[in-house]
Every structure is written in C-alpha cells, then in structure tokens.
C-alpha cells in the first residue's frame, strides 16, 4: 500500500490522524504545546530587527522536537527560520513507505502550529539531485562506515558479514539521498546559514558536509553532561571539538584563584565519585581510595607504571579521529603487545566507566584480551565496573596514554607526561607528546621510557594545562536552557516567555547569536 499513491494520506485523513500514535515516531506533546509557545512568540518577532535566513536540519523526533522550540526563539528574535525535518525514528531500520509517508504527514501536521513564524519543508519530498560531486560520494561513504561503528558499538566492520554489509548498503541509500536532497535544496534556496545538530555523522554528518561544499556556513552544536549549557561551533563538526579559537581569545589570558579553585573542584568532585554542578552524571563509580591502597590492590611494585586511558568504542566523540592508527581498536592491540614485551614497566590499562551505559559495546577489555593469548602479569586491566577510581591512577602514573579521552588532559594537570594518539582537541598545545606515525610513536615510548624524569612537564607546562582546562570545561560550554536529554523539564524551567525576557537574553542572548554564525563576543 505504501508504493499507491494517496493510501496513507487517504488513510491518514479518515482514521489514523486522531489515533493515539503507538509509533516510537510521536511528536503530540509538541503539536499540543506548540500553539501557546507561538502566541507568545509573535508579537516579539514582530518587533525584531530583521536577522539571518536560517535553515535548521533535524531528524529523529526528540531532536525535532527541541529544534521546534529553538526555532521558535531564533524567529523572536528576527530571524527568518525553515524547519528542514527528515521524519526517521530509526536510522538502522527499514521503515516501510507507508509508514514513512504517514510520519511526514503527522510531522507537518504538528509543525503546522509554527506557522506562519517558521517554514517547514520534509526532506522526504524534496526532488533530489541528480548527481553528486565526486567528493561528496567520498563522504557520503566514510560517514557511512561511522554510522555503522555507532550503531554497532565497535570499529571492526565486516563487508563479508551479512548484516552489516546490509547495515551499511542501508546507510548508504539513506545518506544518498540526503546529500542529493540537500544538494539540490540548498542551490535553490541558499541560505545564510544551516543550523544541524551533532553534524558528523548519519543524515545530519551529510547535510553539514553538503552545506560546506557549497560554501554556505553551518554552526553543529551538542550537549555534554551539564543543564543549561550547549556546545557548537561554527564551521565544523561540534564531535570533532576543535578549540584553535578558544585557545587564541582565551589561553593567553592569566588563571586566577578562583578559576584553579573551579577546576579543583570539579576534578575533587570525579575523584570523590561525586555529581558536580547541573550534571547527574557520575564519572566515577568509586571514591578514591589513595594511591597507596590502589598500588596494594593492584598489586604494583616500584618499577614505572604507564597508564593507559581508553574511551567508548562507537562514540561520536571517538569517531574520525584517528591520526596514525586506523583505529582506536588498532592503537590499543599494538600498544599491549609492545607492553607485553616490556617487563621493566608496569601497564595498567582503564577501561572507560562509561561502558556501563553501553553494554552492547564492545569493551577495550576484550581487545586487550583478543591481543593477548595470556595477560602477562606485568598488564593490569581495570574494567569500566572495578572498583577502582581513575584519577588515582593518575596520580599513580609516571607516563599516560591516551586517544582523545579528557584523562590525557588531567595527567597532564598532574604533570606527568602524556603522549597523544588520536586528534583530541587539547593535542598540538604544548602539553602533550605527539607522535604523527606509527614510527614515531614507538620511537617515542623508547625515548619517553628510558628517561621518564627528563620527560617530567614543566612548572609553565603545567600552568598551561590547568588554564586550557578552565577554558575548556567553563568557557567552551555556553549558557542554553534546554539540554536535548530532558528537554521537557528543562522547558518547564525556562519556559518560551522566559528565554525571551530581559532575564534570559542576558544569560542565552550571545549563544543565539553564535548559533546563526555571528561571530562569539566574550563576556
């Protein structure tokens, strides 16, 4: 039924558009919000000065429904918005045409309520290109293989395995189609800027890369732990955290009392397993415990120890960074066989904590094991649910490892050397060691291990560290009031009206403007 033409629109008319929805696909608590939250925006909008044409990508139903509201503010205040949504709930799954097209008519029927402060346009009825430039098929298939290391949870994937061969062949139809959708779109209709979420990988990896071919600018944003705060950045994908600007504005600037103490306390509250600030999260699931108990229960004796930081497998803050080794998988195989060889060193290798939320991934555990037939004595690997608190291993290492996890930045702060494997945001500044060949990095940990004092970081090393850390964990992280995870309490909190007010704009005014590519101005 779905391949006839009018059966869902005839069916959707007659009897499931007053259904209560029992898709995952749902977006009824933002139609019935939406009226209210417009009334109030209208006379605001039409008392603005006029902004930037905005067009904003969303796809997946809780990112719509944020980019409804966030839409709905950039419009009070003057900008002329285009809600560009592509109606998929699962973007591993095959949806059949029925279905999809009765998820684009309940998507423009909730929408419907922005009008007329905010277009709207389904990407599922856009006529596509025809062809595609040659570098955007290149991109279009490494984003592909990252949607499937996402979705999978590991990096090792098999085109002779049915199902993810399928998987794959099925990112590539979708994001296909994106690309020659945007493509054509975005010629038509040239916009100032495109507004994305996340902008590395599925459809909204694709719709920023096409908006970058064409030299149109594109702002991606994220959200890390903390309520009221977002991150974004202008130009590139918000995963690949790249912080050149925040190093040049704010580095060269001194640290004072009370930005060391800020940066204590966070890092007192991780050690003591603590939630610190608007967060819930916790990054550790265990107080410290000293280095003295942690050296007894691991057993370490007085030779080096070289601690070794892993991330999640899958993680989009993992994905494309990659500088020497294919992969982080890679990495971590080939560093515990040089360790396991290495008997006048100790190696402890933490498993991220986070793997706790993620159980179908595949633990950097079970990579150091499929490495090594038998874990010599001399390699301890501490799982993500042992009882052992990451930032006494810190203070218990004399050399750390890392990819692109924030430990390699907290050993730093601690003054220990840290050599620097995949493209993280605090590499390249001065704090790190930074092999850029396979070469290089065993030459380095040659070098590093045969003099570990010499390689000790300096005092303006050090001073270095805890500064980019204020940068980054304060200054990085702008002020927004809707986080994505609980978008509706935190819209209870800050409501449409309240954003807008003279309170809010004094808190979010200079984000909004970041996010439509005006350049940020510092407090």
């Not at 309520?113 to 098929?137: F, T, W």
């Not at 959708?181 to 100032?192: G, H, I």
């Not at 229960?297 to 294919?326: H, K, Q």
């Not at 070469?439 to 004092?453: F, N, Q, R, S």
Request: proline share 5%; charged share 25%; glycine share 4%.
């Amino acid at each position: 039924m779905g391949d006839l033409p009018f059966t869902a629109e005839i069916d959707w008319m007659l009897r499931s558009r007053n259904r209560p929805r029992k898709d995952h696909f749902n977006l009824d608590r933002l139609q019935k919000s939406l009226p209210v939250a417009r009334a109030i925006v209208e006379p605001i909008a039409k008392n603005a000065e006029p902004g930037k044409n905005v067009l904003f990508f969303a796809t997946l139903h809780y990112w719509i429904e944020q980019s409804a509201y966030l839409g709905l503010i950039l419009a009070g205040l003057g900008h002329k918005v285009t809600l560009l949504t592509l109606p998929y709930s699962e973007w591993h799954k095959q949806k059949d045409n029925f279905t999809q097209r009765q998820r684009v008519l309940h998507t423009k029927d909730a929408l419907s309520m922005l009008s007329p402060l905010i277009g709207h346009a389904s990407m599922l009825d856009l006529k596509p290109a025809s062809d595609l430039p040659d570098i955007l098929l290149a991109d279009i298939k490494e984003i592909s293989l990252w949607d499937v290391q996402y979705t999978l949870m590991r990096e090792e994937v098999n085109m002779d395995d049915p199902s993810d061969r399928a998987l794959y062949n099925l990112r590539i139809e979708r994001n296909t189609f994106a690309a020659k959708a945007a493509f054509e779109y975005l010629q038509n209709n040239k916009p100032d800027v495109v507004l994305i979420p996340n902008g590395l990988i599925l459809e909204m990896g694709i719709v920023f890369r096409v908006a970058r071919y064409l030299n149109i600018d594109a702002v991606t944003y994220e959200f890390n732990d903390q309520r009221e705060q977002i991150w974004l950045a202008q130009n590139s994908s918000i995963m690949q955290q790249e912080t050149d600007y925040l190093v040049e504005a704010r580095c060269s600037l001194p640290v004072t009392d009370d930005m060391f103490e800020r940066v204590a306390d966070l890092e007192n509250a991780r050690r003591g397993a603590r939630v610190w600030g608007k967060s819930k999260r916790l990054w550790q699931y265990v107080s410290s415990q000293g280095a003295a108990e942690t050296r007894k229960m691991l057993g370490l004796d007085d030779r080096p120890v070289v601690m070794l930081a892993a991330n999640v497998l899958g993680d989009s803050l993992t994905l494309g960074r990659d500088i020497f080794a294919s992969s982080m998988t890679e990495w971590i195989t080939k560093t515990a066989q040089y360790f396991a060889k290495r008997t006048d060193v100790q190696m402890v290798i933490r498993v991220h904590p986070g793997e706790k939320l993620v159980p179908q991934a595949k633990s950097m555990g079970t990579v150091v094991r499929e490495a090594l037939s038998e874990l010599p004595s001399h390699i301890h690997v501490i799982g993500a649910l042992d009882k052992i608190n990451t930032y006494d291993l810190i203070e218990i290492a004399d050399v750390g490892l890392a990819y692109t996890t924030t430990v390699g930045l907290e050993t730093a702060m601690n003054g220990r050397p840290v050599i620097s494997c995949g493209q993280t945001h605090y590499r390249g500044r001065g704090i790190t060691i930074d092999p850029n060949s396979w070469d290089e990095y065993y030459a380095t940990l040659e070098k590093v291990l045969g003099d570990i004092p010499a390689h000790q970081m300096n005092e303006k090393q050090i001073e270095f560290a805890w500064n980019y850390a204020y940068r980054f964990f304060f200054e990085y992280p702008r002020p927004f009031p809707w986080r994505l995870m609980n978008f509706w309490d935190d819209l209870e909190a800050w409501s449409v009206e309240k954003v807008l007010s003279k309170e809010g704009l004094a808190q979010f005014k200079n984000t909004f403007d970041f996010l439509v590519g005006y350049p940020f101005v510092w407090k």
